[in-house]
């Protein structure tokens, strides 16, 4: 039995057989195949595998709860997502010592909104790659990558899940597997923001207001206000 919905894609036949192997493991292990199909397919870099489209078509069949589904989900996707955020932070090592630099100061700057950012990628058809190797690249706290993560994932599985389940085309499409080309973008795309994180100055994109740090011969002087109200009456 395979899954008539990623049928109906246009894919290489390598990547077809891929995908019809992962429906078998999904339709073998139920719960624990979701969340090994999630995992797959969120550790997948680039080469978009299909979990989305399983999650879905599953919600559709009914043979299994969508709550439950939309945990296991999104326990599997979060997780696989770190197989980028670790290539991108061990692959920091070949970086030089001055763009290492310049990924310091970016992770101050990302800070401010990394976990929305980082809920965002999650929740939608974002490619996760194109910030979990960043992040790993730029050392970003591991807990408070998956946190977010994991909760913009099982926003995401939820809505493919009851998606399927009350027969709505709409999440389909929007979440559906974007076949060959999407590798390509994908690539190009992570090509990118890879070589603009290690080449620009962020410095000077983003300048951070730096307290002003107090020297020896610093001569600035600090009055003690009264604890009393200054307008009090006597």
């Not at 049928?7 to 891929?18: C, H, K, R």
Request: charged content about 20%; aromatic content about 16%.
């Amino acid at each position: 039995m395979y899954l008539l919905s990623l049928s109906d894609v246009e894919q290489p036949g390598w990547l077809e057989q891929f995908n019809r192997w992962l429906e078998a493991i999904a339709l073998q292990y139920g719960y624990f195949g979701i969340f090994l199909v999630s995992l797959l397919g969120a550790a997948s870099v680039v080469i978009p595998v299909p979990y989305t489209l399983i999650i879905f078509t599953f919600g559709s069949l009914r043979v299994l709860d969508p709550f439950l589904m939309s945990i296991s989900g999104a326990m599997g996707s979060a997780t696989g997502e770190f197989f980028g955020y670790f290539l991108g932070y061990y692959g920091r090592e070949i970086v030089g010592e001055d763009r290492r630099r310049k990924m310091n100061y970016f992770l101050r700057v990302f800070s401010r909104y990394g976990a929305v950012s980082i809920f965002i990628f999650a929740l939608t058809p974002l490619p996760d790659d194109l910030i979990f190797i960043p992040l790993g690249m730029m050392r970003y706290s591991l807990l408070k990558a998956f946190v977010p993560s994991f909760f913009g994932k099982l926003l995401m599985c939820s809505i493919l899940a009851y998606g399927g389940y009350f027969s709505i085309s709409l999440v389909e499409r929007i979440f559906g597997d974007g076949g060959f080309y999407t590798i390509i973008v994908s690539a190009i795309l992570l090509f990118i923001v890879i070589v603009a994180m290690v080449k620009i100055n962020w410095e000077k994109v983003f300048p951070l207001a730096e307290e002003p740090e107090r020297t020896k011969g610093d001569k600035t002087k600090f009055i003690k206000l009264p604890s009393k109200h200054l307008l009090s009456r006597r």
